[in-house]
């Protein structure tokens, strides 16, 4: 038995502990070098604004490739927005109210009994890594603890260069500490984080380009604020008034899908690495983010569809087919699945997702799922944030509290949600708050949310990388 499958058989018996569910499918292991996964996880990025997606006037020409060379996603949903509920729910594959997590509930521990998509995937010998945003857990549970094996410390912030700054009146930050996308390279450079990430994304690439690897990178782009984004990104679109700030934002993620792709060609890895690309909510409408043709979003428009629904894109060539596009209701929750599903090893019990290859590749003819579910209503989170909704098909039933009367939108005609048609389905409007009923029903009470006192964040600043011991 060669080495790496040893280690598969025995990161498999540690895997099992979680369950007992996780063991390989029947002929997959050992047969062929197992795939490897790369998870791009973008920080606000709206269903609109990519050039695959319709949008006209920021150039995403490597995105766009990845999406003429997969399957582009029409209905991609958060069902635990914003930011943090979003990742916990990704690295768990499962609702996070399953976790008694209701809303941004920051600081919740992710749970500890069942297996993040990190342990699985490093219990059965993948070399895992982790760039950038992490927000998950509490601030014990870092990427180390919950899987990854290897972390990219945090660059050192920089002063924002003067010249950069794009604003010199408006939202500057105060302090060097205080910028957020100014850091300081390893050889005292000041570079722009986006960028520094990508090079990130190729060095570990090339460090375990001879094993199976899974990289998930979350960038802090395209977070707000976009004050500082520099000209020389902001020059290449057509962007205009505050919505120009964000589209250099979007420019240089898509310059790191350019580096990655590169990167995946030259090593002669592009057929044997998945592809995701997502986004932890829709648009920020305050940065000027568009959810076209939809609206709403992160802010003040919650209570919409652009506020969960995202661009998502799978790109495997060889396996899924390319340039094609994807109508099933998907969850983020699927990507646990898929990648699970994908690396030769059964779908952990407690997983909320479906594996989605079969569906891209036509294999499988019904649906990923007949609904989704939301129910953001912890007590303590803004109140713009509740949220209660059932997706089916092209309908979205949607109340804000338990006691508001339920409104009924159909997307396909009224993609805007401006005309409420409850009152004229009433039966559609029973049978999707019974669904939503039947599922709320099979979940956990809401969390206790630690308040711990400050303390170091849980990846260290510096350069070079955290490794699990
Ligand atoms: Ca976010």
């Known amino acids: 038995m060669g080495l790496r499958i040893r280690s598969l058989w025995l990161g498999l018996t540690i895997a099992a502990g979680f369950l007992g569910a996780v063991r390989p499918a029947a002929g997959e292991v050992g047969s062929v070098r197992r795939p490897n996964v790369v998870l791009v996880y973008i920080d606000d990025l709206g269903y609109g604004d990519l050039g695959a997606y319709g949008c006209k006037d920021i150039p995403t020409p490597h995105i766009d490739r990845l ?4 399957v582009r996603l029409t209905a991609s949903h958060i069902t635990n927005p914003p930011c943090c509920p979003s990742r916990c729910s990704l690295l768990m594959g499962q609702y996070a109210q399953r976790f008694g997590k209701y809303g941004m509930s920051r600081g919740l521990p992710v749970p500890e009994d069942r297996p993040t ?12 890594g982790q760039i950038g945003k992490w927000d998950i857990g509490t601030r014990e549970q870092g990427p180390l603890q919950l899987g990854f094996t290897q972390v990219a410390r945090t660059p050192p912030r920089a002063a924002s260069p003067a010249a950069a700054v794009s604003d010199r009146n408006k939202s500057r930050p105060k302090s060097a500490a205080s910028s957020k996308y100014f850091c300081l390279n390893e050889a005292g450079e000041t570079v722009w984080l986006t960028d520094y990430d990508g090079d990130r994304m190729v060095e570990f690439i090339e460090l375990h380009r001879e094993e199976p690897f899974f990289l998930y990178w979350s960038p802090e782009a395209v977070h707000s604020p976009s004050t500082e984004v520099p000209a020389r990104l902001m020059n290449r679109t057509t962007a205009e008034g505050k919505r120009r700030k964000l589209a250099g934002n979007i420019v240089a993620v898509d310059d790191q899908i350019g580096k990655l792709l590169a990167c995946l060609d030259r090593l002669q890895l592009r057929e044997n690495t ?34 969960v629904r995202v661009p998502t894109i799978l790109s495997l060539p060889g396996v899924l087919p390319q340039g094609t596009v ?32 079969p569906h891209l590749t036509n294999r ?12 953001n209503n912890e007590s303590g989170d803004a109140e713009r944030r509740h949220l209660i909704a ?25 993609p805007t949600e401006e005309s409420d048609v409850a009152a004229n389905h009433p039966e559609l409007v029973r049978q999707l708050a019974d669904a939503h009923e039947a599922w709320a029903a099979t979940l956990v009470p809401a969390g206790t949310i630690p308040q711990l006192p400050p303390g170091p964040p849980p990846i260290a600043t510096g350069h070079g990388w955290l490794q699990a011991e």
Not at 67 to 70: D, P, S, T
Not at 364 to 375: I, P, R
């Open 390 to 414: 059932v997706r089916w098909k092209h309908w979205r039933l949607y109340r804000k509290y338990a006691g508001d009367p339920w409104q009924l939108f159909n997307l396909q005609k009224d």
């Open 67 to 70: 999406a003429a060379e997969g």
């Open 274 to 307: 998945l592809v995701i690309f997502s986004s932890d909510n829709g648009a920020n409408g305050g940065e000027g983010g568009s959810s076209t043709p939809f609206t709403g979003g992160k802010g003040a428009g919650t209570q919409k569809e652009g506020w």
């Open 364 to 375: 499988v003819s019904e649906g990923t799922h007949e609904y989704l579910f939301w129910l």
């Open 326 to 357: 994807f109508h099933g209701l998907v969850s983020n929750f699927d990507f646990y699945s898929t990648i699970a599903a994908h690396a030769g090893l059964q779908i952990p019990e407690h997983c909320d997702g479906v594996d989605l290859i």
């Open 117 to 128: 998509l990190a342990q699985l995937l490093t219990g059965t010998g993948y070399a895992t």
